[in-house]
């Protein structure tokens, strides 16, 4: 390993910079923050994106996902998925089964603005806590944590395999 070096004030605050997500090309950086909340945040915990135009520079000034993903409640731990049209995460907001469920929205591509979130629905979230959504390398299998019955005890890692539908 190398030195690790703190990506600086951009994307660094007062408030606890957690659990990122990097885009396959390096070029976004998805994130959540934790307790205190950043400047334009729009609830307890809220989902962030910083972008650069090239892996040699420095990541900009991060922006808010807005009101279509980000909550009065906790919306946190994001995943981007490989082709940058998915991103995965869980929240605590009404629709939910349980405390944390797992979330996704979709956007037609890079470009374009994010869709409302989807709740994974009943096969993935229950009554329990579903947090930390991520995909396989394929993505063909969704991997995430759950406090529901059937585990070990505490939270288990689980693991779904992701059908397509045929629209």
Request: aromatic share 8%; charged share 15%; glycine share 14%.
């Given at each position: 390993w190398g030195t690790p070096v703190n990506l600086g004030p951009n994307i660094n605050s007062a408030?606890?910079?957690?659990?990122?997500?990097i885009s396959a090309a390096g070029l976004e950086l998805?994130?959540?923050?934790?307790?205190?909340?950043?400047?334009?945040?729009?609830?307890?915990?809220?989902?962030?994106?910083?972008?650069?135009?090239?892996?040699?520079?420095?990541?900009?000034?991060?922006?808010?996902?807005?009101?279509?993903?980000?909550?009065?409640?906790?919306?946190?731990?994001?995943?981007?998925s490989g082709d940058g049209l998915t991103l995965f995460f869980h929240s605590y907001r009404?629709?939910?089964l349980g405390m944390d469920d797992a979330w996704m929205t979709r956007r037609g591509t890079k470009k374009d603005p994010w869709g409302p979130p989807v709740h994974l629905g009943p096969g993935?979230?229950?009554?329990?806590?579903?947090?930390?959504?991520?995909?396989?390398?394929?993505?063909?299998?969704?991997y995430f944590s759950s406090s529901r019955p059937g585990g070990y005890g505490g939270y288990d890692i689980w693991q779904a395999s992701i059908i397509p539908t045929v629209d």
């Open positions: 408030a606890a910079e957690m659990v990122c997500s998805y994130f959540s923050e934790f307790g205190v909340p950043r400047p334009g945040g729009l609830g307890r915990e809220d989902l962030w994106v910083a972008t650069r135009p090239s892996m040699s520079e420095s990541w900009g000034q991060p922006v808010n996902l807005g009101p279509v993903i980000n909550g009065p409640d906790r919306d946190f731990s994001p995943y981007i009404p629709g939910g993935v979230n229950t009554p329990g806590s579903e947090t930390l959504p991520t995909l396989s390398a394929d993505g063909s299998v969704l």
